[in-house]
């Protein structure tokens, strides 16, 4: 499969590189780079553990250790081969957004959950760069169609979930969510993951490559009905309405009998898909009669059920940014602070631990980045998305062929689905679609205006470099801790090893609240107390916690 023009006959696309200029051939450690990045494409999706007690972090975890791995072998190889630096306004703008996203983690009140919200940020616009330089290079085309093929694996696994198969690492609770662990995770994947895949089964060289770009279209398709996500279904709906509208506009595309002859092709698997869906049966067990119906029925709801409790959501999350309108509450600390903005019966509000949120992040990565790093923050990140939006809409303008037209409007589609399903549950709060999306908006964005290009010393190498080894390596060794934790409290029962699990997770507040509910007697007075007001500290608002600090007074 092909999902990237290729380059026309004395037309130097390095020279519209807004990261890294590169040797007119890509160099050994640009491939190396290449491997990392589709290799962590992969993994991503598949990577899970078995830790059920962990029942979201089993997931998590591992996941972002893959993007902080990716991030840092991706990001030293990319470095190692650049001859020149050139910033761009984006590169700018993102790098404001993590600066001030680390001043928050830091003034946070919980500061391990900040560091560890804020990893997956900068890994995920690391990724990006790196991505974006591979395209520089004449590499984005397999970038792209290693994500392609990590959506379709999503889909196949969620799938599998759908038609029985049980494994491990498949959630139970939330099927079918494959190695995603939830339903609505599989749905955003395929929604942000759709027109890449259309990209890749359109530009094919070959007809095998349309073929297996049109099975896994049908896969997403299918996928996207079984799952029943509102905020998936939104999304498709609005990328599909900028590729359609965008094909009319762009003159080559428009023009261009092959492409308007693999769509139809497209279509029709995908119609094949959501009928397989509908008519085979399946092992997934709904409370209604009529599920799908009654999601289609319900789609733009917000006067019951889950529409009306986002509203409620949204409205006391917002509260809490007007309180904290400079630098939020701190990346990761939404459930830290809403228990305190929550109302009498919030749904929001676990029913079964006392002050303590259901999810761990808000119904919407906008709203959750408004409350968690301010408003400055927020608005440095939504004007780097218009950055990449416009350079979508100029390439839409400037193709020269069916190619960079197609390039142009997958640009525009994957960043109108991420905006959308964004603006409606957690994204690029998460590990998975932060690699993803961000590997692919590099490959696909070309360029922009007013750089500032500066030759590529040794010194300067060498200090990035060790900048991503401090940063990346940093968030991948205290991911690799995590999950040290995770094993050592899932399969030991001694205090000794609890203790063990809580020096490698200084953060979880299970670990604490476990220690400080098995110290028993007056001679372990003193660790029960301090596991006690460690897990207070980390949650303040939580019941549990607060109740065993109490009895340390």
């Known amino acids: 499969m092909s999902s990237y023009p290729r380059p026309h006959v ?29 290799a962590g494409a992969v993994a991503v999706v598949l990577v899970a553990a078995t830790y059920r007690v962990f029942e979201l972090d089993r997931f998590f975890v591992p996941k972002e250790l893959v993007l902080h791995l990716t991030a840092l072998l991706a990001g030293i190889l990319c470095l190692s081969a650049s001859r020149k630096f050139s910033v761009g306004r984006v590169d700018l703008l993102l790098a404001g957004y993590l600066a001030l996203g680390a001043v928050s983690a830091a003034l946070a009140q919980n500061p391990w ?4 919200a804020l990893g997956v940020s900068a890994s995920g616009i690391v990724v990006f760069w790196a991505a974006r330089s591979l395209g520089r290079a004449g ?3 397999p970038v792209l169609v290693a994500v392609g093929i990590a959506v379709t694996l999503g889909a196949l696994t969620s799938l599998a979930q759908t038609y029985g198969v049980r494994l491990d690492v498949f959630s139970i609770n939330r099927a079918p969510g494959g190695t995603l662990g939830n339903r609505n995770f599989v749905a955003h994947l395929c929604a942000f993951g759709l027109p890449i895949l259309a ?15 049109a099975v896994g279209f049908a896969a997403l398709a299918a996928v996207l009905v079984l799952t029943r996500s509102r905020a998936a279904w939104l999304g498709v709906i609005a990328a599909l309405a900028v590729m359609m509208l965008g094909w009319l506009i762009v003159r080559p595309v428009r023009r261009d009998g092959r492409s308007w002859m693999r769509l139809a092709t497209l279509l029709l698997f995908a119609g094949g898909g959501v009928a397989v869906a509908l008519i085979v049966p399946n092992k997934l067990r709904w ?20 529409g009306r409790g986002r509203l409620l959501q949204y409205g006391n999350t917002l509260r809490m940014a007007a309180a904290h309108p400079v630098l939020g509450v701190g990346p990761g600390n ?25 999810n761990p992040w808000p119904s919407s990565d906008w709203v959750a980045l408004i409350a968690e790093r301010g408003l400055p923050a927020f608005a440095l990140l939504v004007l780097a998305m218009g950055g990449l939006a416009g350079t979508a809409w100029k390439r839409m303008r400037t193709a020269r062929d069916a190619d960079e ?36 908006l590099g490959a696909l964005v070309s360029g922009e205006e007013g750089r500032w290009r500066r030759e590529a010393g040794g010194g300067a190498r060498v200090l990035g470099i060790l900048g991503l080894l401090v940063v990346c390596g940093g968030f991948a060794a205290r991911s690799a801790a995590q999950v ?70």
């Open 484 to 553: 040290g934790a995770m094993h050592l409290f899932s399969t030991e029962t001694s205090n000794r090893a609890l203790e063990q699990a809580s020096r490698l997770d200084p953060g979880s507040y299970r670990i604490h609240l476990r220690l400080a509910r098995s110290y028993r007697g007056r001679a372990s007075r003193a660790r029960r107390c301090e596991h006690a007001q460690a897990a207070h500290a980390l949650f303040p608002h939580a019941e549990a916690a607060a109740a065993a600090a109490r009895r340390c007074d």
């Open 10 to 38: 004395g037309y130097d696309y390095r020279a519209e590189d807004p990261t890294f200029v590169y040797p007119a051939r890509e160099s050994g450690a640009q491939r190396v780079a290449l491997r990392v990045v589709q």
């Open 113 to 116: 959950a900040g560091m560890r």
């Open 199 to 213: 990209l890749c089964a359109l530009r094919a060289w070959r007809g095998p490559g349309l073929v297996l770009g």
């Open 287 to 306: 409370n209604s009669e009529n599920p799908y119906t009654e999601t289609a029925r319900g789609v733009v709801n917000y006067q019951e059920g889950s």
């Open 405 to 440: 037209g197609l390039v142009a409007l997958a640009l525009a589609s994957t960043l109108v689905a991420t905006l959308v399903v964004g603006a409606f549950d957690a994204v690029l709060l998460l590990p998975l679609p932060s690699l993803l999306i961000w590997a692919a």
């Open 334 to 358: 939404w459930p830290v602070a809403y228990p305190e903005y929550a109302r009498r019966r919030d749904p929001s509000m676990d029913p079964r631990e006392g002050g303590m949120t259901s």
């Open 139 to 141: 590499l984005a085309r």
